[in-house]
Structure formats: C-alpha cells, structure tokens
C-alpha cells in the first residue's frame, strides 16, 4: 500500500518559515516527479511546486523566491520550505507523487498551514 505522509504544517506569522516534509512508503519514488499541491477554503486546488526524479524544479509564480522544493531519494522523502510566510499562502498542503502537469497518481492526507497578519 503506498501512503504519503506530510508533516510541518502549523500556525505561523506572516513573514515567517516552515518546513514541510512528506514521507513516502510502500514503493520508490525516485524516478519520479513529486511534489506539493494546497487548496484554500472556496479556492481551487493548485500547484505549488514539483521536483523531477533528476532535481529540475517548477514553482508557481505566487511562490517564486520564496518556497524551495528538494528530495532525498535515499530517503523517499520530499521537502518543502516555506519562507517569508503571507497571510494568502494559508491552505491546506498536499504531498503528491507520480505528477503530471496538475494532476497526480498518489496524495498525502494533506497537512494545515495558517499565516496569521
């Protein structure tokens, strides 16, 4: 059974980090691109970042400059860190695996993240 289990969403201030981690079981993914998604309350789902199984990043433009993606294949693990924290980056964050384009095969449970101003 695969699972993917994210971890370091919370409360936080505006301006400042979290790290969120997503561990993955129960097959490999290094061969394949991962990633985060996050859905707002009213909003649709999008994407925030994924990571290709060689390390090539795509980050939506909301994000640029301030979240960075990374892997450790050793690890089967995906990380995202959030820096410079703004009220609208508050959702829901969602672990994703085997991506492609906006969708994917395997998601995490999902993990909160809230920004207060």
């Known amino acids: 059974q695969v699972q993917l289990v994210e971890s370091g969403g919370g409360l936080v201030q505006a301006g400042g980090s979290l790290r969120l981690s997503c561990a993955a079981s129960?097959?490999?993914?290094?061969?394949?691109?991962m990633g985060w998604f996050r859905q707002a309350p009213g909003k649709v789902r999008e994407i925030v970042a994924r990571?290709?199984?060689?390390?090539?990043?795509y980050y939506a433009d909301s994000v640029k400059g301030r979240f960075t993606i990374s892997r450790d294949n050793a690890k089967n693990t995906v990380y995202l860190q959030m820096n410079s924290l703004k009220p609208e980056d508050a959702a829901v964050y969602y672990c994703?695996?085997?991506?492609?384009?906006?969708?994917?095969?395997?998601w995490g449970q999902g993990t909160q993240v809230t920004v207060s101003s």
């Open positions: 994703a695996g085997e991506i492609v384009g906006s969708s994917a095969d395997y």
């Open positions: 129960g097959r490999t993914f290094s061969r394949s691109t």
């Open positions: 990571i290709s199984w060689s390390g090539g990043t």
